[in-house]
């Protein structure tokens, strides 16, 4: 069964148990009412998390050397994380130092979609090139990037499980709020990164993100806050906008590890040295 028929099968669905899985009386969110709907990250200002109107937010660039993101009328760089964040624990502010010298230096900027790794929570907000598409049924929505056809799974209406086993994507359990998709994500592997500034974590992530169609439903708003006291000395708040894409089904696109960009600060993948057949 392809996407499409899948997201029309769970649409059906969707209509007919939405009272079962809505905390309230309002109306629950359709993220995709027509199969095909996808969602592509707004990119018009930048491709780094939106700060919030106040209050602490994520960490952002070097002011001695601006990031430029592709597409610019100016030559793109890589990003140079901004360390004096007065957020940041020590332990955090100097690995960070390092990556930022090493990109100094002229070495490669690693980051999991450059590496085809999983992008993790809430790094997966920042995949921006191609859509997203959204899948809910009463028990379970599904979000499949097409970037490397990566998935997350949010169960509905449960708690997290006991001691949970930390995974590329932890463990997202969410529910509806009115018209909002609330998801709390734990477990979360510390060999993933908080964003594209190589920000790294604890195992005592924890993620809280609100899915939200504004604008007529042109536009899909994710606020979300990130805790983590092993790495922030507060919790953190940021924004992403996604806007909705031109009708068209899900393309394949399959992301291959380059061995050679595993140079920088992640360990080179097995390569044969000779052919074995």
Request: charged share 20%; with cysteine.
């Amino acid at each position: 069964m392809g996407l499409r028929q899948l997201a029309l099968a769970a649409a059906a669905l969707f209509c007919a148990g939405d009272a079962a899985f809505s905390q309230n009386s309002a109306p629950i969110p359709n993220f995709a009412p027509d199969g095909i709907t996808g969602w592509i990250m707004d990119r018009s200002v930048t491709d780094d998390f939106k700060p919030p109107a106040s209050g602490p937010g994520p960490v952002t660039f070097d002011k001695a050397h601006p990031y430029v993101p592709n597409g610019r009328a100016e030559p793109a760089s890589f990003r140079i994380a901004d360390v004096t964040n007065p957020n940041l624990k020590p332990w955090a502010v100097e690995q960070m130092k390092k990556s930022n010298a090493d990109v100094l230096a002229g070495k490669f900027a690693f980051t999991p979609k450059s590496t085809c790794w999983p992008a993790s929570v809430p790094g997966v907000l920042l995949l921006n090139f191609e859509p997203m598409y959204i899948i809910q049924t009463p028990k379970v929505v599904w979000m499949i990037w097409e970037y490397d056809n990566q998935v997350r799974r949010i169960y509905l209406n449960q708690k997290h499980t006991p001691n949970v086993k930390p995974s590329w994507y932890g463990e997202s359990v969410g529910h509806y709020e009115g018209d909002t998709l609330v998801v709390d994500t734990v477990g979360i592997s510390d060999k993933t990164y908080v964003d594209d500034y190589r920000t790294p974590h604890t195992d005592q992530l924890h993620v809280v993100e609100r899915f939200r169609m504004i604008n007529g439903g042109r536009v899909l708003e994710v606020d979300f806050t990130v805790e983590d006291p092993g790495t922030f000395n507060m919790a953190w708040s940021a924004k992403q906008i996604y806007n909705r894409t031109p009708r068209r089904a899900q393309m394949e696109n399959i992301c291959a590890e380059n061995v050679d960009l595993f140079a920088y600060e992640k360990p080179p993948s097995p390569e044969a040295q000779k052919p074995d057949f």
